[in-house]
């Protein structure tokens, strides 16, 4: 039930979000926030489809390329789960460098998925 209400805060918010901030700035991603809380709680076989779902509902949402949130969040659990094996549990500067992993693979994912639709979408000359 937890995780249901979290989605469901998580869609009130990023809406909000979306309505109140600035023209043309980058908004606080809250889908990865949520993918990340919930692979932090959870192991790996679960944390990593629960990213790839809940990426794949911010793409049908956003009405954008189909599967690019998907692989990204993905990605990002991933790189959570590498790199909060390898660092220490205690502390908020390990959980920071865990985070910023993460976000950095997600957006590494962002650029595969958008990189190779743009080589297949190609005309053939």
């Known amino acids: 039930m ?49 990213a790839f779902s809940l990426g794949l509902l911010q793409d049908l949402l956003g009405y954008g390329l189909l599967g690019l949130h998907a692989v990204g969040l993905t990605l990002a659990a991933y790189a959570y789960y590498a790199a909060s094996r390898r660092l220490a549990p205690e502390g908020h500067l390990p959980l920071l460098f865990a985070f910023l992993w993460a976000f950095l693979a997600k957006w590494l994912g962002h650029f595969l998925v958008a990189t190779g639709s743009a080589w297949t979408c190609r005309p053939s000359s």
């Open 2 to 50: 937890i995780p249901f209400l979290a989605l469901l805060l998580t869609l009130f918010l990023s809406g909000l979000l979306a309505a109140l901030w600035p023209q043309g700035a980058m908004a606080p991603d809250l889908f990865l926030v949520l993918a990340l809380g919930y692979a932090a709680r959870r192991p790996f076989y679960l944390g990593l489809p629960a």
